[in-house]
Nanobody, 120 residues
Framework: QLVESGGGSVQAGGSLRLSCEAP???????VGWFRQAPGKKREEIAT???????IYSPSVKGRFTISRDVAKKTLYLQMNNLKPEDTAQYYC??????????????????WGQGTQVTVS
C-alpha cells in the first residue's frame, strides 16, 4: 500500500514536497510520480529505475526532484517554482514486479490514493 501526503494549495512560484510511504515495499523496482489534471490524461512526471537512474518529464525537468529513502521506504517529490499548470492530483506508483526496470505502469501496479496540488 502506498500513501501520499504533502499536497496543498500554493501560489505560483512556491514549493511543495510530496511524500509517498510504502511500508510493504522494498524499492527494488521502478518507482515514480504521476499526475492527472481534470479532463486530461495521466502524465508520468518522474521515475527512478532499479539502477537509480532518473527520468523527468520535460514539463517538470529543472523544477521537480524525485528521490527515495530506501531505509524509510519513502519516495519524495520536491516541487519548486510551481506553476498553475502543475495543478493536478498527484500519485506515486511502484512496479508490481521484483527487480524490474521501468515500463509503462498500468492499474495492475501499486498506486497511492493521490494527493491534490493546487497552484494559483
Amino acid at each position: 500500500q502506498l500513501v501520499e501526503s504533502g499536497g496543498g494549495s500554493v501560489q505560483a512560484g512556491g514549493s511543495l514536497r510530496l511524500s509517498c510511504e510504502a511500508p510493504g515495499y522494498t524499492f527494488s523496482s521502478c518507482v515514480g510520480w504521476f499526475r492527472q489534471a481534470p479532463g486530461k490524461k495521466r502524465e508520468e512526471i518522474a521515475t527512478i529505475d532499479i539502477d537509480g537512474s532518473i527520468i523527468y518529464s520535460p514539463s517538470v525537468k529543472g523544477r521537480f526532484t524525485i528521490s527515495r529513502d530506501v531505509a524509510k521506504k519513502t519516495l519524495y517529490l520536491q516541487m519548486n517554482n510551481l506553476k498553475p499548470e502543475d495543478t493536478a492530483q498527484y500519485y506515486c506508483a511502484a512496479s508490481r514486479f521484483e527487480a524490474s526496470n521501468c515500463y509503462e505502469f498500468t492499474q495492475s501496479d501499486f498506486w497511492g490514493q493521490g494527493t491534490q496540488v493546487t497552484v494559483s
